[in-house]
Each structure stands twice: as C-alpha cells, then as structure tokens.
C-alpha cells in the first residue's frame, strides 16, 4: 500500500492540481452551504474551480438558483473569503491555502439561451414546411 506522499508522488503535476481543485470545490461547496450564516446567499452550488498550477490562486465559479442575484451573491462571497478560506485551511491539508475569487458562471444562462433559439430556429423550419 502507497503512503499519500508516494501517491502524491506518482502524479503529474496537472493531475496533482486537478485533484486539489477538486478537493478545493467540494469543501468550499460544504462551507457555503453548510458554515455562512448570511441570509442574503440563497442557494449557490460551486460549478468548477480554476487553480493556478503553483496551488496559490483559485478562481472558484458559482452558480446561483436566483439569476437576478448572481452578482450580488458572488460579491458577498468575496467578501466573505477570509472566513471560507480559514474553513478551508482548517479541512484541507494543503501546503499553501489558495487565494479565492468568486466569479459567477454564466455557462448555464449561455446554454439554456442557445437552447431556446435552437428550438424556435426549428419550429419556425417546422412552420415554413407546412402547405
């Protein structure tokens, strides 16, 4: 059996920061969810985090079940940093505990706005077909 620092090592260093993202992700997801007690932050899940190859930075991308408070949710949360980044010290072994940044991701609005245009492109073809 591998200790974690021989697995630690058999990875590439891509894959080491993938898996720290994805720690990183399910952490401040539980925190956010779980650990702020400001009524203001409605439903938010943690969509991808984006970590820098040297671990010190993360960008982490949310998304928020009320569109029209996206931004002030992400601004909160940024204000919110230091305490969900003492959270994440203290549940993470990690040499370095990343910077955060709260970004809203806007890949869900995107793809829900093509949808909607894919389906009236195609019923307006169904439309033209019609005698």
């Known amino acids: 059996m591998r200790t974690a620092f021989e697995v630690v090592i058999a990875l590439t260093g891509d894959e080491f920061v993938r898996r720290v993202a994805n720690d990183v992700k399910r952490v401040v997801g539980r925190i956010i969810d779980r650990d702020l ?3 203001r932050i409605g439903m938010t899940s943690v969509v991808a985090v984006d970590m820098s190859p040297d671990l010190k930075h993360a960008k982490i991308l949310i998304s928020v079940l009320d569109m029209e408070r996206d931004e002030e949710t992400a601004k909160l949360l940024n204000e919110a940093r230091g305490f969900i980044r003492l959270e994440l010290a203290q549940r993470l072994d990690l040499k370095y505990v990343p910077e955060l ?5 806007h890949s869900i609005e995107r793809g829900a706005r093509i949808d909607r245009l894919l389906r009236e492109l195609k019923e307006g073809e169904e439309e033209d077909e019609r005698p």
């Open 101 to 105: 940044r709260f970004a809203v991701d």
């Open 37 to 39: 007690k400001d009524p």
